[in-house]
């Protein structure tokens, strides 16, 4: 209602994580910069953990969109309450095979070979699993072996996983000691400062065509930081029905009282 009425061409607070609308806090840059540096120094296993809401899936799209596809094939499983077979299946079709093995040890031998075939066309091959917290010790078991697949010079898949801090913990089992340890690069997405909650508002703004309204005050964004505590998900929700208040008034100022009725439709709905 309000995206006429300010004369955006989009909707600057949806929650659907697309990377054009990614603001690059320093921890987002860090840990986006931590992923190129795995993957093109093909240290194997990449980790990447933050709170839900925080950005991971919107950043891993990012991530995804500047690799070169010239260069490296990607396989992107959202899809966590799998099976060790299902897995396997999973990450042949991501790869876009077609004929798949049906038994277990066939599917791991299917893998080897597109994974040979490829590396000896000049490509490389990521593997990203979004979620991974919700993966089984069986299934992370299966992932860790095959990241045991090598040529003599090189592995033949790097391995991403993203998930919430539930998976920083089970990484800590002893039971997957053999998995942690292979965990060379490591990153964590931390909230958003008021400083940068300011400024990832502003930013989602000016993508959506903004050009001086709407504009929030200094007291409705200290308010929305305080309650978001800095989680970019809460924030795109506080600002979406913050902006519907301000429209509702016929003005251009989202104000602190905006802001506290989006906190109380929030709560409601939560």
């Not at 994974?115 to 490389?124: K, T």
């Not at 000691?177 to 508002?201: G, K």
């Amino acid at each position: 209602m309000y995206q006429s009425f300010y004369g955006l061409t989009e909707m600057p607070f949806n929650i659907t994580p697309d990377p054009k609308f990614l603001y690059l806090s320093p921890t987002h840059q860090e840990a986006l910069q931590h992923l190129k540096y795995g993957v093109k120094e093909k240290k194997g296993f990449i980790l990447l953990i933050g709170e839900v809401g925080c950005g991971k899936t919107t950043l891993c799209r990012r991530f995804l969109n500047e690799l070169d596809p010239a260069h490296y094939d990607t396989a992107l499983i959202l899809n966590t309450r799998v099976t060790e077979i299902e897995i396997l299946r999973a990450i042949l079709t991501e790869l876009g095979e077609t004929k798949l093995a049906q038994g277990h040890h066939d599917l791991v031998a299917q893998i080897n070979r597109v994974l040979l075939h490829r590396i000896e066309q000049g490509r490389d091959i990521v593997l990203i699993i979004d979620e991974a917290q919700n993966l089984s010790v069986k299934v992370l078991e299966q992932i860790r072996l095959l990241s045991n697949l090598e040529t003599d010079k090189q592995k033949l898949l790097q391995i991403v996983l993203i998930g919430q801090p539930e998976l920083k913990n089970l990484l800590a089992e002893d039971r997957l000691r053999q998995l942690r340890q292979r965990i060379l690069v490591h990153s964590e997405l931390r909230p958003l400062t008021m400083h940068d909650t300011a400024h990832y508002v502003q930013h989602r703004l000016t993508l959506a065509g903004a050009s001086g309204r709407p504009y929030f005050t200094s007291a409705a964004m200290r308010s929305i930081h305080r309650v978001s505590k800095g989680i970019p998900r809460v924030i795109n929700n506080l600002c979406d029905k913050a902006l519907l208040s301000a429209f509702v008034r016929d003005s251009d100022e989202v104000n602190y009282w905006d802001v506290r009725r989006a906190i109380k439709e929030v709560s409601t709905l939560a």
